[in-house]
T-cell receptor, first 115, second 112 residues
Framework: DAGVTQSPTHLIKTRGQHVTLRCSPI?????VSWYQQVLGQGPQFIFQ???????GRGNFPDRFSARQFPNYSSELNVNALLLGDSALYLC??????????????FGEGSRLTVL | GNSVTQMEGPVTLSEEAFLTINCTYT??????LFWYVQYPGEGLQLLLK?????DKGSNKGFEATYRKETTSFHLEKGSVQVSDSAVYFC???????????FGRGTSLIVHP
């Protein structure tokens, strides 16, 4: 079975541009979470979506947004990119949400470099 | 709030050496504790977990014991292999929150 897949794997943008990252969860998983992992740090929670609804949001500015589609895949959008947005963006899928989130399965990530 | 503190890396060992990576935490309520591993170029994988005090999580020769009295969850392995080279993250989930709090990660380098 395919695991969590993310695209693109690497990308380079310049300040002020916009980026869209994509994630396909494990088949049967209805929840997708997004994390930002800056070099040398642990992952920081950005969003969780379940059944196409936002169920949680971390401490990130409004430049960050996301959505989930009927097939449970998800997009993370970041507008007006800053140098500090350079990071590995991880997607994780799980079966449930809230206290029933269960085990998180992570993709390999999308590495964003902002110049 | 919740926080996780891990020992600074990198940890450099020879093959078959004993490994300890320290992890301490602060949390509200009664957290569940986790160790994740990130191999080069890959995403995080759950290595082991423990959900209550004195539980021992184990997997692939790694183990960690949930110590409530010392708020610790140290990762150990008796004999490391070159293939164990990776970054190891300690994490917790607490108070019914589904959002894990991660430590900064500890890089392990094992030489033949």
């Amino acid at each position: 079975d395919a695991g969590v897949t993310q695209s693109p794997t690497h990308l380079i943008k310049t300040r002020g541009q916009h980026v869209t990252l994509r994630c396909s969860p494990i088949s049967g998983h209805k929840s997708v979470s997004w994390y930002q992992q800056v070099l040398g740090q642990g992952p920081q929670f950005i969003f969780q979506y379940y059944e196409k609804e936002e169920r949680g949001r971390g401490n990130f500015p409004d430049r960050f947004s996301a959505r989930q589609f009927p097939n449970y895949s998800s997009e993370l959008n970041v507008n007006a990119l800053l140098l500090g947005d350079s990071a590995l963006y991880l997607c994780a899928s799980s079966t449930g949400t809230g206290a029933n989130t269960g085990e998180l399965f992570f993709g390999e990530g999308s590495r964003l470099t902002v110049l | 709030g919740n926080s996780v503190t891990q020992m600074e890396g990198p940890v450099t060992l020879s093959e078959e050496a004993f490994l300890t990576i320290n992890c301490t935490y602060t949390a509200t309520g009664y957290p569940s504790l986790f160790w994740y591993v990130q191999y080069p170029g890959e995403g995080l994988q759950l290595l082991l977990k423990a959900t209550k005090a004195d539980d021992k999580g184990s997997n692939k020769g790694f183990e960690a014991t949930y110590r409530k009295e010392t708020t610790s969850f140290h990762l150990e392995k008796g004999s490391v292999q070159v293939s164990d080279s990776a970054v190891y993250f300690c994490a917790l989930r607490s108070g019914g929150s589904y959002i894990p709090t991660f430590g900064r990660g500890t890089s392990l380098i094992v030489h033949p």
